[in-house]
């Protein structure tokens, strides 16, 4: 059974890290693209980032574009996404997502906040 772990989530303060980490079981995640998703409360989810099965493409939206930072290890079967200059507005529940759609097509799958496959969730929340 595809199943997709988030872990990571937890509370900091404003300009501080997290690293997310999206751990997969039941299957490999090289050949499959990656998304990390947010949802705050009250809001529709959204897409944040991410990465091409294998890894060679990346992609972020403008909130976090130098700030998030998307990378894959293949060999431990987990993506991550690595967090910095955190900000209250990024305050939310965050998903991983998998699929094995085309990556160009998955970026736009991305940004209306769909795929195939889903993580349970980890909260982040930053707050001084």
């Known amino acids: 059974q595809l199943q997709l772990v988030e872990s990571g989530g937890g509370l900091v303060q404003p300009g501080g890290s997290l690293r997310l980490a999206c751990a997969a079981s039941?299957?490999?995640?090289?050949?499959?693209?990656i998304g990390w998703f947010r949802q705050a409360p009250g809001k529709e989810r959204e897409g944040v980032s991410c990465i091409s099965g294998y890894g060679g493409s990346t992609y972020y939206v403008d909130s976090v574009k130098g700030r998030f930072t998307i990378s894959r290890d293949n060999a431990k079967n987990t993506v991550y996404l690595q967090m910095n200059s955190l900000k209250p507005e990024d305050t939310a529940v965050y998903y991983c997502?998998?699929?094995?759609?085309?990556?160009?097509?998955?970026?736009?799958?991305?940004?209306?906040?769909?795929?195939?496959?889903w993580g349970q969730g980890t909260q982040v929340t930053v707050s001084s």
């Open positions: 997502a998998a699929s094995k759609i085309p990556f160009v097509l998955f970026k736009l799958w991305v940004l209306s906040g769909k795929s195939d496959y």
């Open positions: 039941g299957f490999t995640l090289d050949s499959y693209n």
